[in-house]
């Protein structure tokens, strides 16, 4: 059995987790491409324990990737960037930013949500059936959302769009992602200076009266806009694909619209975007029966945490009503994904919306002829035909 991570998912199974990835069992040790040699978690709760540990960092610099291609180097986090931190520098951002993404505030921006969906969805109809749901809906909606939130102007977004999803392709060469890398922080520098000299009523502009320093800002700025963008747009189009293929949990959302936070809280289970998390350990440290020695590399399967039998009764059947308290789409712990609310109303506005504005939505080709995306780290589809009658 190799002992490197698997990564393709099932060519006639495009939802499931990829194959041979549970077959491995809760802990078991993983080959990386630097040489280093660690271990893969895929047990449900020994995912939650690790992720909940501080004995096991997120620091930049002690990281190992499991997948070549995947963004990350030796050198520490710069400042701002807190999501590749460990306490005290971790928490400190993470106060600043927790007021930004309460729950409270993210449901506020519902009714704008709404009204950006409506007119992405009229203006689909109005084109005509078939269309293509990534440009359509998908990938705008949440880069619209995360302009707002941030205070991007909605014009500018094509100047950061392209460098943002070229951050998250495998094939790009280290010239490629250098270049996205600085064209991506050229713009959100340009942002931060306009802030400073003229706030207005956004996420960006709060900071700026914090004791943040220009390169924190730009670097938190640089952080969120990246985060926002290809998750909701992938989560958004592979649910809609899912809930095409199966037609009862498609007909019980369709018919009650109040069920759209539970059938969001099963999609992000069942689809599982985020194809794994890396930890480092500081000290040794015990884990189901092994022992993990310090500097040892952990990777975190979300797909196939999120797939575990012993959490998740019939893992592998998408249901809408079901309960699925502790999935870990969002991760877990301290460094629990800070706009997860902001992806949620999203996704909870979305979907009722778009099967209520076409009842009759279908898949426009064969779903066999919708090839999941494979040069980029987070999964997903470039492309989703749809048809509809008018």
């Known amino acids: 059995m190799t002992r490197t991570l698997p990564t393709e998912r099932p060519a006639d199974r495009p939802f499931d987790p990829p194959a041979g990835l549970r077959e491995r069992g809760p802990l078991s040790r993983l080959d990386y491409p630097d040489g280093h040699t660690g271990w893969l978690v895929t047990g449900h709760a020994l995912v939650r324990e690790v992720l909940a540990d501080q004995r096991f960092s997120a620091r930049a610099e002690l990281r190992h990737l499991p997948v070549p291609g995947a963004p990350g180097g030796d050198q520490p986090a710069p400042p701002g960037m807190f999501g590749s931190m460990d306490a005290p520098e971790h928490t400190r951002y993470r106060r600043l930013l927790a007021g930004q993404f309460t729950v409270r505030r993210m449901r506020q921006l519902t009714e704008r949500i709404q009204v950006i969906t409506d007119e992405h969805l009229?203006?689909?109809?109005?084109?005509?059936?078939?269309?293509?749901?990534?440009?359509?809906?998908?990938?705008?909606?949440?880069?619209?959302?995360?302009?707002?939130v941030l205070g991007v102007p909605y014009a500018d977004r094509d100047r950061f769009h392209q460098d943002a999803l070229d951050l998250f392709r495998l094939d790009n060469t280290p010239e490629q992602a250098g270049a996205a890398y600085a064209a991506l922080h050229g713009f959100i520098g340009e942002l931060v200076e306009a802030k400073r000299k003229t706030a207005t009523d956004d996420l960006l502009s709060g900071l700026t009266e914090s004791d943040l320093t220009d390169t924190e800002l730009v670097n938190i700025g640089f952080t969120l806009l990246g985060a926002g963008l290809d998750t909701t747009t992938n989560q958004l189009a592979l649910g809609v694909f899912a809930l095409l293929e199966h037609p009862v949990q498609l007909a019980a959302l369709r018919a009650d619209p109040g069920l759209a936070d539970r059938a969001v809280e099963e999609l992000l289970r069942y689809l599982s975007i985020i194809p794994f998390t890396v930890r480092t350990a500081l000290e040794d440290v015990e884990l189901g029966g092994e022992r993990i020695a310090a500097g040892d590399a952990v990777t975190v399967s979300v797909p196939a945490a999120n797939r575990d039998p012993a959490h998740f009764a019939d893992p592998d059947v998408l249901d809408l009503l079901r309960k699925t308290s502790g999935h870990v789409a969002f991760g877990h712990?301290?460094?629990?994904?800070l706009g997860q609310q902001l992806a949620r109303v999203q996704l909870q506005v979305a979907l009722p919306a778009l099967l209520g504005k076409f009842p009759t939505l279908r898949l426009a080709v064969p779903a066999r002829e919708i090839a999941p995306r494979s040069d980029m780290?987070?999964?997903?589809?470039?492309?989703?035909?749809v048809a509809w009658e008018d």
Request: aromatic content about 2%.
């Open 122 to 148: 009229t203006a689909m109809a109005e084109r005509g059936s078939p269309a293509d749901l990534v440009p359509a809906l998908a990938r705008p909606l949440p880069a619209q959302v995360i302009c707002e």
């Open 333 to 337: 712990g301290i460094h629990q994904c």
């Open 377 to 385: 780290l987070i999964y997903g589809v470039h492309e989703l035909p």
